[in-house]
């Protein structure tokens, strides 16, 4: 019997190999999000519009707006009279607008001596997109009063990611997801789908037992997610500069865990479903919803309700990503994210035993 698991093994393989539909899904898919979050959808401030009054073009207002000049992040529309301000941010030929006070540069000697003095430059935003008002507020703050500004009462300093880049906070995140795209759905459609078509039993009469034939079914499957694990990481660390401070054999042995936590919940949505269809639905609303939502993939878990915070707990992906972000970007190690893991085997081990004990029953 034993000599028949390595032959149920290879003609798996072939089957998922001969289905370039399903390949080119399974291959195609990761590279596309991975793109697609890491330049296409970014929270980064860049080629921020930004407009100038100033009644006195004094040396310090001057000196000022070359700093917003060469600044990568915004682009000098040049100096507008102040009855044009609500028109300009109307009509989206700015999307900010600095106010210099009069006598500008005496009032800021004024402020230096300690002398209280009112806002010395005024800030008006486009307020419609709220993520790059709030973020072109805090950096246009930083440009406009420059490092020696007596104003500058504190210093700030962005530790791990300084340039604020999105992709830094979307790979861990999209990570999460692509493998539970990969293993999860794929795995329990590919079970189901032999359960429909009628060969499942037909499998099942074989010498081989039932365990070994799901095995068999979800070892290529692992397969293929290990070749799309190595190559988001290549994607991640030379396409998109994501750093892998914490060091890649950390990296991936979690990733490894997850892989399997993810074959395991495949495995236990194909002993739910039993079309294919049900497959999907039941894999987009029970996973992909919850990672996106609850995962911290894209919203952070503390500006969840209490409720939703305890109930993100249950998803595996929150626990990934969250030890993905600290390994890649933080530098750490696999000590310093034990508990992640910890949470994500204990999950795995209770997966595995509850999809293996319902297959059976079913089979019963």
């Known amino acids: 019997m034993k000599s028949n698991f390595p032959a149920f093994v290879r003609k798996e393989t ?51 707006v070359e700093r917003i000049a060469r600044n990568d992040s915004f682009a000098f529309c040049g100096y507008i009279p102040q009855e044009r301000i609500e028109e300009m941010l109307r009509t989206g030929r700015v999307d900010a607008v600095a106010v210099f006070a009069p006598d500008y540069d005496r009032r800021r000697q004024l402020a230096a001596s300690g002398t209280p003095q009112p806002p010395l430059v005024q800030l008006i935003l486009d307020a419609s997109n709220v993520n790059t008002a709030g973020t072109s507020a805090a950096w246009l703050q930083g440009v406009l009063l420059g490092e020696a500004s007596p104003q500058a009462l504190f210093e700030t300093r962005m530790l791990f990611n300084p340039r604020m880049k999105s992709a830094f906070n979307f790979v861990p995140g999209i990570m999460g997801l692509i493998f539970i795209l990969v293993c999860a759905m794929m795995t329990s459609v590919s079970i189901v789908r032999e359960k429909e078509s009628g060969t499942m039993e037909v499998l099942l009469v074989s010498p081989v037992r039932p365990r070994r ?24 660390r030379f396409l998109l500069g994501v750093p892998m401070s914490g060091g890649v054999a950390g990296i991936f042995a979690l990733s490894l865990l997850y892989l399997v936590l993810s074959l395991a919940l495949g495995l236990l949505v ?31 878990i503390e500006n969840l309700p209490r409720f939703f915070q305890w109930v993100s707990a249950v998803v595996p992906a929150r ?16 000590a310093d994210v034990w508990m992640d893991g910890a949470v994500l085997l204990a999950m795995t081990g209770l997966l595995l035993g509850v999809s293996f004990r319902k297959f059976n029953d079913k089979l019963e």
């Open 270 to 300: 194909s002993t739910l479903a039993r079309t294919q269809v049900a497959a999907l639905l039941i894999s987009a609303m029970v996973m992909l919803l919850p990672i996106l939502m609850l995962s911290g993939m894209i919203f952070p």
């Open 319 to 334: 626990w990934y990503i969250d030890a993905m972000r600290r390994m890649m970007i933080q530098g750490a190690s696999m």
């Open 14 to 64: 072939l089957h998922i190999l001969r289905d370039r539909r399903t390949m080119l899904i399974v291959l195609l898919i990761p590279v596309v999000l991975m793109v697609l979050f890491g330049f296409a959808i970014s929270t980064e401030v860049n080629e921020v519009r930004i407009a100038v009054v100033a009644s006195d073009r004094t040396d310090g207002v001057r000196e000022a």
């Open 213 to 236: 034939i799901i095995l068999a079914k979800m070892i290529p499957y692992f397969a293929i997610s290990c070749i799309v694990l190595i190559l988001i990481l290549l994607l991640a």
